[in-house]
């Protein structure tokens, strides 16, 4: 299937918010933790080594976003988002596409970056794009175009989760990364007048481009361990100039429970709290 064929053949959503009313968008992601309207366009960082709660808690953000009629796509580089369209109680889940991957709805090919991204810019669902089943050339040409495209195009509110994002915005640049490396950080830095928000999710920040991360305005660390992601951690709680609790935060990091995070965001929120996961929702 050509690139061409994909865009003719990909389903375009036609989903509707639950109400024809403006939608007051409040992000319940956990108990004392609550977003306003704007957070579709934000930038977030969840961090926190595997097993902790990461993928979890950006799942709920997705379940919060999507359910109060937003737009969502997650870029999936590990084939597990798929879950998405199941429940906490088994049942049907969210209302997303899934392209790509051993669960597609569609193929996803790697020469469909672009077109896929005129698509969502144009259209009103939510999409999960796995990328998990292609070659590691394949993946960084598919993330370019996809994401420079999305850049130019979009106008209305949209959020990008991206997955493993050290995969996609690395500190350390190999040949060949430049082009996705730039498009990554172009829509981090500057999504916003293009009405997209971002999400970085890595359970390695030590790995994490620094350049980037520090451009996230909410931080949700979850449990690390190592000194050298907690190193970053430091990094970005000293740039974004928040040093009277940096020595709590840091101590604690490693002692954390399963699904606890510090949720940190000195210039957007004026917030730094420790916070507990919530449940999926039923459906």
Not at 63 to 74: D, N, S, W
Request: glycine share 10%; with cysteine; proline share 7%.
């Amino acid at each position: 299937m050509t690139s061409s064929d994909m865009a003719r053949r990909s389903p375009r959503p036609q989903l509707e918010p639950a109400s024809a009313e403006p939608v007051d968008l409040r992000l319940h992601v956990a108990p004392g933790l609550d977003l306003p309207r704007e957070a579709v366009t934000q930038t977030f960082a969840i961090l926190a080594k595997r097993g902790a709660g990461k993928t979890h808690t950006a799942s709920v953000m997705a379940e919060e976003m999507i359910g109060a009629g937003a737009r969502v796509v997650v870029l999936d580089p590990v084939g597990v988002w798929w879950g998405l369209r199941a429940s906490a109680d088994g049942g049907p889940g969210l209302p997303v596409y899934i392209l790509g991957g051993n669960h597609a709805d569609l193929a996803l090919p790697a020469e469909a970056g672009g077109p896929i991204a005129s698509l969502i810019a144009g259209g009103t669902g939510s999409f999960v794009l796995d990328v998990s089943l292609m070659s590691k050339t394949e993946r960084r040409h598919f993330i370019a175009d996809f994401a420079e495209r999305l850049f130019r195009e979009n106008q209305d509110p949209l959020h990008v989760m991206i997955d493993e994002a050290d995969t996609f915005a690395p500190q350390r640049l190999e040949h060949g990364n430049e082009r996705m490396f730039g498009a990554i950080d172009t829509m981090v830095r500057q999504g916003r007048v293009r009405g997209i928000g971002v999400t970085l999710i890595s359970q390695r920040p030590a790995v994490v481009n620094k350049d980037v991360l520090t451009q996230t305005e909410v931080l949700l660390v979850l449990r690390i361990t190592s000194p050298q992601d907690r190193k970053a951690i430091d990094d970005w709680i000293a740039f974004q100039g928040t040093p009277e609790r940096r020595a709590e935060i840091l101590g604690s990091l490693a002692g954390l429970p399963i699904g606890t995070a510090w949720a940190i965001s000195p210039g957007w929120l004026d917030l730094c709290t420790k916070v507990s996961k919530r449940a999926r929702r039923p459906r």
